[in-house]
C-alpha cells in the first residue's frame, strides 16, 4: 500500500496563507489523495480530495504534482481555528481504506 | 441531523471483559468504518462494511469482530479486551465506498482504556 510522508509540524501567522506539503512517491495511478483535519479531541474531518487535477472547496486547495508524487493542501487565509493536526491520506485503489500517516501538527499565531 | 454518534463515550475495562462499541449515522449512507487512534498517531483501519450486509478486515483487525445491524448502524466488539487494545475508536461513514462520495464523516470517538 502507498504511504504519504509530511513535516510533523509548521507554524503559521494568522490571515496568511499556510502551505502543507505531502509526498507520496509510491502512489498508483487509481489512488485518490483526501486530506483530513483533526482539531483537539475530536474526530477528523474531510478537507478536501481529488485524483489528478488541481481542487478547490470553501475550505482549501488542493494541489497535486504532475506526476502525483507529492501535493500540497493550501489555506488562504489561517485562522486561529484552523490549528489541527492535517492527515494527508490515500484511498488505495480508490477502495476507501483511507491509510492515515503521522499528520502535520499546524499551529496558528496571532 | 446528528451525523456519526457513538457510544459510550469513555470506557474503562479490565483484561479479559468484552464489551461492544455502538455507532450509528442519520445521512443514509451506504458506508461505514471503524479506526483506532494511538496517543500521537494517525488512523489505522479496523473494519469497514462498503454497504448493508458486507464487511471486510482492514489494516490491524485482530482481536475484533464488527457486525453491521442494518444500514445505520455498524458495531464493534472486542471479545477478550487486552491493554494493547487500549485506544480512542472512530467510526465513520460515506456516501458510497469509491469514486465521488467517497468522503468520509466521523464520529467524536470512544475513549477506552483497558487495564
Known amino acids: 500500500d502507498a504511504k504519504t510522508t509530511q513535516p510533523n509540524s509548521m507554524e503559521s501567522n494568522e490571515e496568511e496563507p499556510v502551505h502543507l506539503p505531502c509526498n507520496h512517491s509510491?502512489?498508483?495511478?487509481?489512488?485518490?489523495i483526501h486530506w483530513y483535519r483533526q482539531l483537539p479531541s475530536q474526530g477528523p474531518e474531510y478537507v478536501i480530495h481529488?485524483?489528478?487535477s488541481n481542487v478547490n472547496n470553501r475550505m482549501a486547495s488542493l494541489a497535486i504534482a504532475e506526476d502525483r508524487k507529492s501535493s500540497t493542501l493550501i489555506l488562504h487565509r489561517a485562522t486561529l481555528r484552523d490549528a489541527a493536526v492535517y492527515y494527508c491520506t490515500l484511498d488505495y485503489n480508490q477502495g476507501g481504506k483511507l491509510i492515515f500517516g503521522q499528520g502535520t501538527e499546524l499551529s496558528v499565531k496571532p | 441531523n446528528a451525523g456519526v454518534t457513538q457510544t459510550p463515550k469513555f470506557q474503562v475495562l479490565k483484561t479479559g471483559q468484552s464489551m461492544t462499541l455502538q455507532c450509528a449515522q442519520d445521512?443514509?449512507?451506504?458506508?461505514m468504518y471503524w479506526y483506532r487512534q494511538d496517543p500521537g498517531m494517525g488512523l489505522r483501519l479496523i473494519y469497514y462494511s462498503a454497504s448493508e450486509g458486507t464487511t471486510d478486515k482492514g489494516e490491524v483487525p485482530n482481536g475484533y469482530n464488527v457486525s453491521r445491524l442494518n444500514k445505520r448502524e455498524f458495531s464493534l466488539r472486542l471479545e477478550s479486551a487486552a491493554p494493547s487494545q487500549t485506544s480512542v475508536y472512530f467510526c465513520a461513514s460515506s456516501l458510497r465506498l469509491a469514486g465521488p462520495g467517497n468522503e468520509q464523516f466521523f464520529g467524536p470517538g470512544t475513549r477506552l482504556t483497558v487495564l
Open positions: 509510491t502512489i498508483s495511478g487509481t489512488d485518490y
Open positions: 481529488g485524483l489528478t
Open positions: 445521512m443514509n449512507h451506504n458506508s
